[in-house]
């Protein structure tokens, strides 16, 4: 099985702030997902990245695929307090999920 | 995007007794459905992949007398949850594979409470 860490497992920020988490692995992946998950709810689908070096954005959120395909980021800018909620990145078929960064973003 | 449903959203039940939780893929056909497993404050834990009209596939440590798994046909999969007890209390989670881009969508959730 491949294994993704994801870090930092919890992070606490003032709205307006910038943030970055990651996803890493030792295995090469063909795609990464990431997803947003609110409690008591399913997780969304925010991204897929799928070429070594791409970058995508969504809005705020920027997120890039390593070069090798074996770690992907997120980036907030200016956080908001809608973006408070636990981040997963997932890959392989059937998915897997690191253990996600779970984000408060606090007025 | 492609929509999946799951039933009950929340299910309380008594120790001993066998739940069913519905997963519906509603505007596609899912040959393969998942089967997650979600503990608070965790991650998404993947139990059972199942394809239409086979027997599931389950996950090491996933006991499948104990979490039946039934896949009859390609917008419905069922998980019932056997002799429950208060450790099987947890988040559950199905995934449904298809649509036009062959992704994976996740239904919201059935949160089981075992008293």
């Known amino acids: 099985t491949q294994l993704l860490e994801q870090s930092p497992q919890f992070l606490s920020i003032q709205e307006g702030e910038n943030l970055t988490v990651y996803c890493n692995s030792s295995s090469v992946f063909s795609s990464l997902q990431w997803y947003r998950q609110e409690p008591g709810e399913g997780p969304v689908l925010l991204v897929t990245?799928?070429?070594?070096?791409e970058v995508k954005k969504l809005k705020r959120l920027t997120f890039q695929f390593g070069d090798a395909r074996k770690d992907s980021s997120l980036h907030i800018t200016a956080a908001q307090t809608g973006d408070t909620g636990l981040y997963l990145c997932a890959g392989n078929t059937p998915l897997v999920f690191g253990k996600g960064t779970r984000l408060s973003v606090i007025a | 995007g492609a929509v999946v449903s799951q039933h009950p959203s929340r299910v309380i039940c008594k120790s001993g007794t066998s739940v069913k939780i519905e997963c519906r893929s509603l505007?596609?056909?899912?040959?393969?459905m998942f089967w997650y497993r979600q503990f608070p404050k965790k991650s998404l834990m993947l139990m059972a992949t199942s394809n239409e009209g086979s027997k599931a596939t389950y996950e090491q440590g996933v006991e499948k007398d104990k979490f039946l798994i039934n896949h009859a046909s390609l917008t419905l999969s069922t998980l019932t949850v056997t002799s429950a007890h208060p450790e099987d209390s947890s988040f559950y989670i199905c995934s449904a594979r298809g649509g036009s881009n062959d992704e994976q969508y996740f239904g919201p959730g059935t949160r089981l409470t075992v008293t």
């Open positions: 505007d596609f056909q899912a040959t393969t």
């Open positions: 990245v799928v070429t070594g070096g």
